[in-house]
């Protein structure tokens, strides 16, 4: 019974839910103050992202007549719950560094269910500019998932000779080495950034809700309480998926003392990261994006395939 | 009377399944509620036969001095598990065709074939004598073509492409078994034990698996699974391509690797890598650009296979168990699929994905076991499509870092292959979820109304399985996989971490904090049904349908892939169609041959003579 309870405090406030949320509201701010410092405005307030969330809560929720309403109302609430899965499993494995939950290749599945929910209910929701964002949306995943896998490939070879034979999938043992640290896992680094880019919808991937073109595609229909959620969702993936970056890549994110301070270090490094590519580019098209992940990262990424596989064969870790 | 149970699923359904064939389609029989209590009967008996635990039955046929023909029959963990599936897969089918073979002209060869189908199947997962298994392995052969004939227009030519391809797969069967019987002195399947060391061994092994493959439906020789999908009825593919057929090829291809042969030559385990590795690939990238709901799905049979074979060749203990328990999960929703597919092909009229849309509000059930089987095949965690294609993925990852040779040194491209497929699986499925049942309803679809519980329920069993062997997937394991490969109960084999009942029950504690969120704002103000917005224009329904159609252009129009693709359209990949064009160049030679000129066929005939006597004087 006392496991069903602490798991439950887990899920729900920390590091779950509550905890996630006001985490991830920070970060958005952060990324809206840091854009609008780069652009030479001044930002928002601290609190902005809360009151946007409050003021939509307070909105009337608009259901298209042709939609499929279930299907409408449910892919947000799915989407919240996969990334508060996400995010809740990275941090206990981060804090209690015991099995929770899954291991590096459940949490790359989990990472997809956020854009599943957001296609099902952008396709649901019986609009011609949703169904482009649909499209469009699958198209991305499409691309990014394959750097993502070889990414992953390159993790699991440059851990192989430091964990133990069982642990080679847990995300504990993965994240005691900082793969970064070498020319390939550099490179998987990169690409996996790229992905992560996509993945939040940031420019130069925010092409599924490009609200220039259309209109912002995906959640044109959405409205309050509803698009309250997948702003929460967002809010929160910007927690967990830097997080998933820094204990693949770069070494993990400690509990206490230096580590622990090294561990938001890093975190805010991922995250401006991030900004900066966001604000220095153009939006790419949804072709040049797929031919972009599928060639160029693809191949820099077999490269670094390569690389890794002729490092561990040599014992030449720096490759 | 313990022993004749072995018996009685195997004869039962082949002799009413034979009298059915011929009995006349005038004579309106219940041969569908009869095959629907022989397959029951059947199912209830495989269930019996798996609690028996080991039997055998022996029954001498034919005895020509020392040459000895015994009907072998005997039960394996493997095979009695892979018999209850089967059967309860019988059930369904016969529940479903009730209703959807109502209509039909030809129900009496329909039912028998089904039954003959149900027996033949049996019969191979009983069997214990090589020669047997290849006869019933005949029968189901012989019975896809028949029910493949029962479908619509273009269906006999679907019917012979099939019976051809598994047909000549079949008779490398026969030469396999016959080679496998000459290297060993015995028809006994666990008595043969060949190991691969010689080219004699590596050929039976060959033909063998090509066998097996062919009938699993996997790269090169899978062209007859489209081409049948596109014009046989939904449930004779939901039947046997998707779940039986698949059953028997990974079991033939399990016993050849573990109980026939030997395993010792690494190139072989690379030939299934590859095998495995390009099918996945290859077949879901050409299902993605299928404008046809069958012919897509048929893609996806074709791919999923490509999963099991790559965990056996794995060959280490997770591998070929995540193989094996892809293979249920793959029967159990493909057979789903397909049957969803039925549904919709049979209240439309079509099963072109350009004219369908937006049936989740007419079709609510056929759409949510459609749904859920749609995820779970695309690896959708919790549900069961994940659990397998992970076991899969650890036993690549196990296979690179404790083996040595050419199959574990490529483990990255086996990994990338998998696991990228899974991501172009989920788009395919997208794309026929999106064209299907949401999007928007055409007008001329006003009308469709959900099909009868006949049709229903079997959708609803088997997607409820989806979801009960995804969450529980430790029973599954240590019930009926580990038993069926002979590994101890809550041995290590995986090396991953799945909590899959703490996954789902936090995920449903996830959704239940959004309703949460939906109810504190539904207090604040009410909700409101409004027009879709279209940026002011007044555009007809049918204006606004974007069908998902067009959504992989981007794919098939990219520099490079667009050769392949429209390669791939005028089948220049189809080793049937390649066979064809050169039996046409064949016949041509000699039609060409055949003038009916009198100096020719002299010519000819002295040719032949001196070519004779050459022969026998320099024999002298």
């Known amino acids: 019974m006392s496991s069903a309870l602490s798991n439950l405090f887990w899920i729900l406030i920390f590091p779950g839910f509550l905890f996630t949320v006001v985490l991830g509201l920070a970060a958005s701010w952060i990324v809206r103050k840091v854009s609008a410092l780069v652009q030479w405005r001044v930002g928002p307030p601290f609190a902005q992202p809360l009151y946007d969330i409050m003021k939509l809560m307070g909105k009337e929720i608009l259901l298209p007549q042709e939609a499929q309403r279930h299907v409408f109302i449910a892919a947000p609430l799915v989407g919240l719950a996969g990334v508060l899965l996400l995010s809740t499993m990275l941090w206990r494995i981060t804090i209690a560094e015991t099995a929770f939950v899954g291991d590096i290749i459940v949490a790359i599945y989990l990472m997809v269910l956020p854009s599943l929910a957001l296609i099902l209910g952008s396709s649901a929701s019986a609009s011609p500019h949703a169904a482009i964002g649909t499209s469009r949306e699958m198209k991305l995943v499409l691309g990014y998932e394959l750097p993502l896998v070889l990414a992953f490939v390159v993790v699991i070879i440059k851990t192989a000779g430091h964990v133990e034979p069982g642990q080679q999938l847990s995300l504990a043992a993965i994240s005691e080495h900082a793969t970064v640290l070498s020319v390939s896992g550099m490179l998987a680094f990169l690409a996996s950034l790229l992905c992560v880019q996509a993945k939040l919808g940031f420019v130069p991937f925010d092409i599924a809700e490009s609200e220039t073109e259309v209109a912002s595609g995906v959640i044109i229909e959405y409205s309050g309480a509803l698009l309250a959620v997948w702003k929460l969702m967002h809010a929160m993936m910007l927690v967990a998926l830097p997080l998933f970056l820094v204990m693949v890549f770069l070494g993990g994110f400690g509990t206490a003392g230096w580590p622990l301070v090294a561990g938001i270090g890093k975190y805010v490094l991922v995250l401006v990261l991030i900004i900066l590519i966001k604000n220095t580019n153009p939006r790419m098209r949804i072709d040049q994006a797929m031919r972009f992940f599928w060639f160029y990262c693809g191949i820099a990424l077999a490269v670094a395939v390569i690389l890794a596989t002729i490092g561990n064969y040599y014992g030449i870790s720096w490759l | ?620």
């Open chain 2, 1 to 620: 009377m313990e022993t004749n149970i072995l018996c009685i699923p195997v004869l039962l359904p082949l002799v009413v399944g034979f009298g059915l064939l011929f009995l006349p389609n005038k004579l309106k029989l219940r041969s569908g509620a009869l095959t629907l209590i022989i397959s029951f009967v059947t199912f209830v008996l495989s269930i019996r036969i798996f609690a028996l635990g080991r039997a055998e039955y022996s029954w001498a046929v034919l005895q020509i001095s020392d040459f000895n023909l015994e009907l072998l029959l005997r039960t394996t963990p493997l095979g009695a598990f892979i018999l209850v599936f089967a059967m309860g897969f019988g059930v369904l089918i016969s529940l479903y065709s009730l209703e959807s073979m109502a209509g039909a002209r030809r129900t009496n060869e329909y039912y028998g074939a089904v039954l003959l189908t149900i027996g033949g199947s049996a019969g191979i997962l009983l069997s214990n004598h090589l020669l047997f298994l290849l006869i019933f392995w005949e029968i189901v052969t012989a019975s896809l073509y028949v029910l493949i004939t029962t479908g619509g227009r273009n269906s006999n030519f679907a019917a012979t492409k099939s019976f051809a391809m598994i047909g000549a797969s079949d008779a490398a069967f026969l030469l396999g078994v016959m080679m496998a019987w000459g290297l060993s002195g015995t028809f006994v399947i666990t008595d043969i034990g060949l190991a691969t060391t010689s080219t004699l061994p590596v050929v039976a092994f060959l033909l063998l698996m090509m066998a097996a493959i062919t009938k699993a439906g996997a790269l090169p020789l899978h062209t007859w699974l489209p081409t049948s999908g596109e014009h046989a009825p939904a449930s004779v593919m939901a039947l046997l391509p998707a779940a039986i057929d698949k059953l028997l090829g990974i079991y033939l291809l399990l016993l050849i690797v573990r109980d026939i042969f030997v395993l010792q030559s690494a190139a072989l385990s690379t030939v299934l890598a590859i095998i495995g590795a390009a099918t996945i690939v290859v077949a879901v990238m050409i299902a993605m650009v299928q404008h046809n709901l069958k012919k897509l799905l048929s893609f996806h049979a074709v791919s999923q296979v490509g999963y099991m074979i790559l965990g056996i060749a794995t060959m280490t203990p997770v591998g070929i168990a995540g193989g094996l328990f892809h293979l249920l999960n793959n029967a159990i929703y493909k057979c789903c699929l397909f049957l969803c597919s039925g549904a919709v092909e049979q209240q439309t009229g079509t099963a072109d994905l350009e004219r369908l849309g937006g049936l989740g509000k007419k079709m609510p059930i056929t759409f949510a076991t459609c749904l859920i089987a749609a995820l779970s095949i695309s690896g959708i965690p919790p549900l069961n499509g994940f659990v397998s294609k992970w076991m899969v993925y650890q036993g690549v990852i196990q296979m690179g870092a404790a083996q040595t040779g050419s199959t574990a040194a490529l483990w990255p491209v086996w990994l990338t292959c998998a696991m990228f497929g899974s991501a172009l699986t989920l788009a395919s499925f997208v794309k026929i979820i999106h064209s299907m049942f949401l999007s928007r309803l055409p007008s001329d679809l006003k009308d469709v109304k959900e099909v009868s519980s006949f049709q229903t329920v079997p959708m609803m069993v088997l997607a409820a399985v989806c979801v009960l062997l995804g969450v529980f997937y430790h029973v599954a394991l240590d019930r009926l996989i580990y038993p069926a490969l002979g590994v101890g109960a809550g041995a290590d084999v995986l090396t991953g971490t799945w909590q899959s009942t703490l996954a789902t029950a936090l995920i449903v504690i996830g959704v239940a904090v959004g309703l949460l969120i939906l109810l504190i704002a539904s207090f604040a103000k009410k909700t409101r049904i409004v027009p879709t917005w279209n940026c002011g224009e007044q555009m007809s329904n049918e204006q606004m349908i974007v069908p998902g159609t067009h959504f992989y252009k981007t794919v098939s129009n990219m520099g490079g892939l667009r050769q392949l693709y429209s390669g791939q359209e005028k089948g220049y990949f189809d080793l049937y169609d390649q066979g064809g064009r050169f039996g046409l160049f064949l016949t041509r030679f000699l039609r060409w041959m055949h003038s009916g000129l009198l100096p020719m066929y002299l010519t000819w005939v002295v040719v032949g003579l001196l070519i004779v006597l050459f022969v026998v004087c320099g024999i002298w």
